[in-house]
């Protein structure tokens, strides 16, 4: 089956403790990213690659780390966590190349920091 | 720069009424647009999208929408509203799906179905 997987799905950690939250796509997709949601604001893209070892910022992307060794592979460190980055994390992928367009989405991580 | 703006937060219809959620987006060059659906503890996923032709689109669930440039809007539409319908309704723009162009969401409609 087709999937975007994250993990883990919920977590509460404490400021400061560095945490990552996995995420792996199984549909060879080139582009994958990252976004947070929160109410009233919608999702904001926080990194996005375009391929293995090609990152970029995308709009929110103060207090988060990513990487892209692998085409699966693409986790979401936050080295030093703080409150206001409680939130819903979703990853995202899809293929490069015309009239793409959709987003295949995980089914989110919640993420509460104290 | 491209921005979405979806009017109303919270939308109730009864069952079986029409559902209208409204979208206006901006964009400097013709857009592609999407409608996506996240129920609840879901991920989004793709309802329709419009990229170039016909500027009706029609997608899954029975929604439509169509593309009106001279209104600068996308108006998602259900003519009968179902139950299983609830949830949360995502516009989005992009100017660029072929390169690193990302996807600008709107803030989101709650649709509520009463029954």
């Known amino acids: 089956e087709a999937q975007v997987t994250q993990n883990p799905r919920y977590l509460i950690t404490v400021t400061g403790k560095k945490l990552t939250v996995t995420c792996s796509q199984n549909?060879?997709?080139?582009?994958m990213s990252w976004y947070r949601q929160d109410p009233g604001l919608g999702l904001r893209q926080i990194y996005y690659?375009?391929?293995?070892?090609?990152?970029d910022k995308g709009d929110v992307p103060e207090g988060y780390k990513v990487s892209r060794k692998e085409k699966r592979n693409f986790p979401l460190i936050l080295e030093s966590p703080s409150p206001n980055q409680t939130s819903l994390y979703f990853c995202?992928?899809?293929?490069?190349?015309?009239?793409?367009?959709?987003?295949?989405f995980g089914e989110g991580s919640r993420l509460t920091v104290l | 720069a491209q921005s979405v703006t979806q009017l109303g937060s919270h939308v109730s219809v009864s069952e079986g009424a029409l559902v209208l959620l409204r979208c206006n987006y901006s964009?400097?060059?013709?857009?592609?647009l999407f409608w996506y659906v996240q129920y609840p503890n879901q991920g989004l996923q793709l309802l329709l999208k419009?990229?170039?032709?016909?500027?009706l689109v029609k997608g899954i669930n029975g929604f439509e929408a169509e593309f009106k440039k001279s209104e600068t809007s996308f108006h998602l539409t259900k003519p009968s509203a179902h139950m299983s319908d609830a949830a949360e309704y995502f516009c989005?723009?992009?100017?660029?799906?072929?390169?690193?162009?990302?996807?600008?969401f709107g803030t989101g409609t709650r649709l509520t179905i009463i029954p």
């Open positions: 419009y990229t170039t032709g016909a500027t």
């Open positions: 964009s400097s060059v013709p857009p592609y």
């Open positions: 995202a992928s899809r293929p490069l190349g015309p009239n793409t367009g959709e987003l295949f």
């Open positions: 549909m060879n997709h080139e582009y």
């Open positions: 690659s375009m391929n293995v070892e090609v990152t």
């Open positions: 989005a723009v992009s100017e660029n799906m072929e390169g690193n162009e990302k996807l600008t």
